[in-house]
């Protein structure tokens, strides 16, 4: 009995505390003045398409800078809801703080896939299909898709491809660019080593690749990497390659 009512009184404590501290929090936030913007960009160490910097200045031009506002009427709503318009930003995170500071969190989109265009402009397609525009400050190392690369394909046969490459450890670092003709027959240059490859359709590329890597196991192991100009995996149980 002793331990229960033990139990019981300290359970009681808690919640007077949490009530005392909720009611004391509203009643700063009806008066206090936002003294701080705190703005972290996650996995800035690996992504850099935005910055804390440039968020500052986003939010400022659009009049949504919280600094010198009433907590009360900081709009977190607007400005979650303006972040997360950012083609760029894939979550959006925002609270205030006992301290009087507004906290922001945002998520990055993660490239897998670089388009180049044929007029010099290029853009990113991310983890989910999502089209993001390149940027001046960052350069992602990513595959690259370069020639007849319509949007369509871009989110649809070469995302998926993308997709396929980045989560095989060999492939995500082997193949550096990816061409594609008029009629999207794809062409793939890796890194090591100065072959063009002709995949053909982006149909069945997993078999076609593994037709790949077994030459480059058993065959380049007694050939060298640099013999041939050409390698052709568009043929059923074969691999066609020329010499150079």
């Known amino acids: 009995m002793n331990r229960k009512l033990i139990i019981l009184i300290g359970l009681s404590a808690l919640a007077i505390y949490i009530v005392f501290a909720v009611a004391t929090f509203a009643f700063k936030s009806d008066t206090q003045i936002c003294n701080n913007l705190e703005i972290v960009v996650k996995d800035s160490t690996r992504l850099n398409f935005i910055t804390p910097k440039e968020m500052?200045?986003?939010?400022?031009?659009?009049?949504?800078?919280?600094?010198?506002?009433?907590?009360?009427d900081v709009p977190a709503d607007k400005i979650e809801a303006m972040l997360k318009n950012q083609s760029r930003i894939k979550q959006v995170v925002c609270y205030k703080t006992p301290s009087g500071a507004f906290h922001i969190e945002l998520t990055q989109r993660e490239p897998v896939l670089r388009v180049m265009l044929n007029n010099g402009k290029s853009y990113y397609v991310d983890c989910d299909g999502v089209i993001i525009p390149d940027s001046d400050n960052f350069t992602a190392y990513v595959p690259v898709a370069t020639g007849a690369v319509s949007e369509k394909l871009a989110k649809g046969a070469l995302y998926d491809f993308a997709l396929f490459l980045r989560r095989d450890k060999f492939w995500n670092a082997q193949i550096e660019q990816i061409y594609v003709g008029t009629d999207e027959n794809v062409e793939i240059i890796p890194r090591v080593g100065n072959q063009i490859i002709l995949l053909g359709k982006l149909d069945n590329y997993e078999y076609k690749l593994k037709k790949l890597f077994a030459l480059y196991k058993n065959g380049f192991s007694r050939t060298g990497w640099n013999c041939y100009r050409q390698i052709d995996l568009r043929f059923e149980n074969q691999v066609v390659c020329t010499k150079k």
Not at 56 to 72: A, E, I, K, W
């Open 56 to 72: 500052r200045q986003l939010l400022t031009s659009n009049g949504l800078n919280p600094v010198g506002m009433n907590m009360s």
